[in-house]
């Protein structure tokens, strides 16, 4: 985790316990992603997909991530998923997005009101 | 694994009764181990249902030609045959709705909204499917009633001891329990707990989904007075449920849904009621699907519940053995003797999606999840598990593909 993050959420899937937590630090310019962490525990899908999120953002502008979409993801996690393991892969950008929104004001994503977020 | 000296059924004979094992999954032959979710289906079922359809169907009841009297033969039929599989003294007793959770919703409203109160109180117990524990909670809250809930021990039990304890002085007025525990296996004792509920006044409602299937049940001796089941969990097809009520109790109840059918005569000023059973079945029924049931039913009747009985809990008491064997395997609820065809586990440090994942590729399905048994999944600590679930088509082998899974999962993932 990092200490004293620019933005911070956490995630759960309530129906099979997958958690995240997120921690991201922006650069000089308050909005380019210079560092990002995850904390967490659940299945190998979604703590995968979490950390290949981490690897892809570094870097990049707050709008931009904010506007990543799932297919983004799951070309990364590049095997075939069926629905059931989606959500999984999904957690960690969903987490992230609502941490930007809250810190920037970047569109919320979708898929909220399945998830426990904060 | 121990062979009893008079095998009871053939599982590998009837297994050639279920068409969807001949077809391979990811290469493999199919080990389906999930029977507690769903049940697979017997050619005579899918048969006798297109030759209904090709043959006997229209609309029951009402119509004057030939085609709609065998549908009404067809469906009133398969009531009467759940009427004698239940031991049922009337079909006037035997609803047919779209599952079990339909039926227990049907009590949930129709009785309860009547009949409970401020002051009130509805138990469910820890063990509930969520169908059997959301109505009760959502009515008491409807009508002002209490809600609360027999605890089990960690064998997974119930908590027999503490009832009393947890109802107190409260005028307790309806106490909901399943048979047999979707999750853990555990076999309830149905016919004490309608015993105590009886004496405190209140009405016994019983979730049977896990039990109809796989042993035989005598609404004369249960001590319920209301029974749910569901045909897709018992070799029928989806969509066709049966609650079996007490003549007096279901008299004395408003309808649940209101339309066509459950009508003797409507006027702007009234709407009388049809008699039972059909005051509680509005609409067009599940019409070939209740015919499927029917069929299902013969089907079990010649294997033999008995029968079904002693085979599942064979396999039971062979897969906790196998089971003990791997030491990264957590074991939930009771011992042989008393669980049903059905186990509930995690492997160490592996989240239950990755390890059903990884049985997917061996051609072997289990089921991962809460099992929609949130409440229990919190009780044991746990966000889900694992649950492998048997048949009268299971066969010793598929466990044997279950345990050496698990072994390959411990590799993969461990």
Redesign the interface.
Same mark, same amino acid.
């Given at each position: 985790m990092i200490e004293a993050p620019d933005a911070h959420a956490e995630g759960k899937n309530?129906?099979?316990?997958?958690e995240t937590e997120i921690f991201v630090k922006f650069g000089s310019d308050g909005a380019t992603i210079e560092d990002i962490k995850f904390s967490g525990r659940? &299945?190998?899908?979604s703590q995968a997909a979490t950390s290949m999120l981490t690897e892809m953002v570094k870097g990049r502008h707050a709008d931009e991530v904010a506007t990543l979409s799932r297919d983004d993801i799951l070309e990364e996690v590049g095997i075939p998923l069926t629905p059931?393991?989606l959500k &999984?892969a999904l957690l960690g950008l969903t987490t992230l997005k609502l941490a930007l929104h809250k810190e920037k004001g970047t569109p919320l994503p979708d898929g909220l009101d399945d998830l426990e977020l904060d | 694994m121990a062979v009893s000296a008079r095998p009871t059924l053939d599982a590998h004979k009837l297994r050639a009764d279920f068409p969807v094992f001949e077809h391979p999954i990811h290469g493999k032959p199919l080990a389906f181990l999930d029977s507690a979710v769903t049940s697979q289906k017997p050619r005579h079922v899918l048969d006798a249902m297109r030759e209904f359809y090709e043959t006997s169907y229209s609309n029951v009841h009402r119509g004057v030609y030939t085609l709609s009297e065998r549908a009404t033969e067809g469906y009133e039929g398969a009531r009467e045959k759940v009427r004698a599989f239940v031991n049922a003294s009337s079909t006037r007793e035997v609803i047919f709705t779209r599952q079990a959770t339909e039926a227990l919703n049907l009590v949930a409203y129709a009785w309860g909204l009547d009949n409970l109160g401020p002051g009130d109180l509805a138990v469910v117990t820890e063990l509930e499917h969520h169908s059997n524990f959301v109505p009760w909670q959502q009515i008491a809250k409807r009508t002002g009633a209490e809600f609360r809930m027999l605890p089990i021990d960690d064998l997974g039990e119930l908590r027999m001891d503490l009832l009393d304890e947890v109802v107190g002085d409260a005028p307790v007025k309806v106490v909901a329990a399943n048979l047999v525990s979707n999750s853990l296996g555990t076999i309830n004792p149905v016919e004490r707990l309608a015993a105590w509920a009886h004496e405190r006044g209140a009405i016994m409602v019983v979730d049977a989904a896990q039990a109809a299937p796989h042993r035989r049940i005598d609404v004369q001796t249960l001590g319920a007075d209301f029974v749910a089941f569901s045909s897709h969990k018992m070799c029928g097809p989806t969509g066709v449920g049966v609650l079996w009520g007490r003549r007096e109790l279901l008299e004395a109840m408003s309808p649940f849904n209101y339309g066509g059918s459950m009508i003797r005569s409507v006027k702007v000023e009234e709407t009388l009621w049809n008699e039972l059973p059909y005051k509680f079945e509005a609409g067009t029924p599940a019409i070939a699907e209740a015919y499927g049931l029917g069929v299902a039913i013969d089907y079990l009747e010649s294997v033999g519940l008995e029968a079904i009985e002693e085979h599942e809990h064979e396999l039971a008491a062979y897969a906790l053995e196998q089971l003990a064997e791997l030491p990264f395997v957590t074991v939930y609820g009771p011992p042989p003797e008393r669980r049903v065809g059905l186990v509930s586990f995690n492997v160490d440090g592996?989240?239950?999606?990755?390890v059903a994942?990884v049985l997917d590729w061996e051609g072997v399905a289990i089921r991962?999840?809460?099992h929609c048994c949130q409440p229990l999944m919190s009780r044991l600590g746990?966000?889900?598990t694992n649950r492998a679930s048997f048949y009268l088509y299971t066969v010793p082998e598929e466990i044997d593909r279950l345990v050496a899974g698990l072994r390959k999962v411990k590799e993969v993932?461990g």
């Open positions: 309530p129906l099979c316990g997958d659940g &299945c190998a899908i059931v393991r &999984c | 592996v989240h239950p999606h990755d994942q991962a999840g809460h746990v966000a889900a993932l």
